[in-house]
């Protein structure tokens, strides 16, 4: 098993960046792909985006390629989401997902996550 936990939300104008973290405990991460789900109020969880276990490939939700990029260091058991040119549209809870087993862009498909870390966009 794996026990993830988020970090680096906060409140950013529009325009901003923030890089959120989902550092990893009990099994190596290695072991995993991961990925970044969110979640506004009154809506379903969706994908953001998703890396595969070396790195070596990742995938993007339409709405955020281009603006966001995940990256992990396996060496420190983290996974990165950098979000650049943020707009209000991306407010919400940000979560790490984790599944043994190739990268995938479907929330069911996650076996392990996070609590979550709130993101608000100011307009």
């Known amino acids: 098993q794996v026990q993830l936990v988020e970090s680096g939300g906060g409140l950013v104008q529009a325009g901003g960046s923030l890089r959120l973290s989902c550092a990893a405990s009990?099994?190596?991460?290695?072991?995993?792909?991961m990925a970044w789900f969110r979640q506004a109020p009154g809506l379903e969880r969706e994908f953001v985006a998703a890396?595969?276990?070396?790195?070596?490939?990742?995938v993007y939700a339409d709405s955020v390629k281009g603006r966001f990029t995940i990256s992990r260091d396996n060496a420190k058991n983290t996974v990165y989401l950098q979000m650049n040119n943020l707009k209000p549209e991306d407010t919400a809870v940000y979560y790490c997902a984790a599944r043994p087993a190739a990268m995938n862009t479907g929330r069911t498909t996650y076996d392990y996550w996070g609590q979550g870390t709130q993101v608000t966009v100011s307009s």
């Open positions: 890396i595969s276990r070396t790195g070596g490939s990742t």
């Open positions: 009990g099994r190596a991460v290695n072991w995993y792909a």
